[in-house]
């Protein structure tokens, strides 16, 4: 048998036939235990009440095996999957962008906005940008960002200290657990 035959067959769901343990322990439909049996007498159970054999833990011993619609079955953990897709919050990446000899006013609607973000649960990257010759000024733009740190101790947290990338020194905050 080629490998990509047998690649495919454990890809596909552990139902009815492709069940091929000696002994499997049986849930009927309502949840009672039928004991341990045969995988063909389970099955012969399973299509006497028009429904499908689902393994459901191949861990166990003996293997766990239930008497379900496969079709419902199915439809049900894509819900639940698509469920737990919508709920989960990705942390994206947003910036704030300054310069070093930003003004009172424009730094406090900086840190507001960054305040915003970590509150949202999203990681704030706090950027300085260097023109020119202000680029020896570096250790101003530190004393910002460490300052802007400071500021935002309360619902963040700094996970990427202030280091300079070409004409720009960034810093990277993370909102606090």
């Known amino acids: 048998m080629p490998v990509t035959e047998k690649k495919r067959n454990r890809d596909l769901p552990q139902i009815n036939e492709r069940i091929r343990f000696p002994k499997i322990r049986l849930i009927d439909t309502d949840g009672s235990q039928l004991g341990i049996v045969t995988p063909q007498e389970a099955l012969r ?5 028009e429904l499908d054999l689902v393994l459901l833990s191949d861990k166990a011993d003996p293997p ?6 496969y079709g419902k079955f199915k439809f049900e953990q894509e819900k639940k999957a698509r469920e737990a897709r919508k ?12 310069r070093y000899k930003i003004e009172a006013h424009d730094y406090n609607v900086r840190v507001k906005q960054a305040e915003k973000f970590l509150r949202d649960g999203d990681k ?3 950027t300085v940008m260097f023109r020119g010759r202000e680029i020896q000024h570096s250790d101003m ?36 657990k």
Not at 45 to 49: G, L, R
Not at 87 to 98: G, I, L, P
């Open 64 to 69: 766990v095996c239930r008497i379900m619609d």
């Open 45 to 49: 159970m399973a299509e006497e009440k």
């Open 141 to 176: 733009a530190e004393e910002l960002l460490r300052r802007m740190a400071t500021d935002l101790d309360a619902v963040g947290e700094v996970q990427q200290y202030p280091k300079r990338e070409g004409r720009n020194m960034m810093m990277l905050i993370s909102p606090k």
């Open 124 to 126: 704030v990257k706090a």
């Open 87 to 98: 709920k989960q919050h990705t942390a994206d990446v947003k910036e704030v962008k300054m």
